[in-house]
């Protein structure tokens, strides 16, 4: 099961900007797809962006066009760009993989506070 180490995370103000990453233990080329999800207290897990193995991206509606993912396969590493960054954003934010083979892995997650 691929490990994954999610950084980057803290307290940035509205309108704020912020890149995350997810680091895995063995190479992305093993792994189908990678996403990021949030969970704010008190709410269920959302999807926030996802990347396929063969760079095809999926975002949430409400982070379309202020919320980036991309990969490094060199660094075997998900990063996710928060642009213009709101209040409601404010969550853990977590990183999973999806293996080929149908095993599924989540990072233990890293905190977005925003606020002023």
């Known amino acids: 099961q691929v490990q994954l180490v999610e950084s980057g995370g803290g307290l940035v103000q509205p309108g704020g900007s912020m890149r995350l990453s997810c680091a895995a233990s063995?190479?992305?080329?093993?792994?189908?797809?990678m996403g990021w999800y949030r969970q704010a207290p008190g709410k269920q897990r959302d999807l926030v962006a996802h990347i396929t193995n063969g760079g095809i991206t999926n975002y949430a509606d409400s982070v379309k066009g202020r919320l980036t993912i991309s990969r490094d396969n060199a660094k075997n590493t998900v990063y996710l760009q928060l642009n213009s960054l709101k209040p409601g954003e404010t969550a853990v934010y977590y990183c999973?993989?999806?293996?080929?083979?149908?095993?599924?892995?989540w990072g233990q997650g890293t905190q977005v506070t925003v606020s002023s």
């Open positions: 999973k993989a999806d293996q080929y083979d149908n095993r599924r892995s």
């Open positions: 063995e190479s992305i080329f093993s792994i189908w797809a």
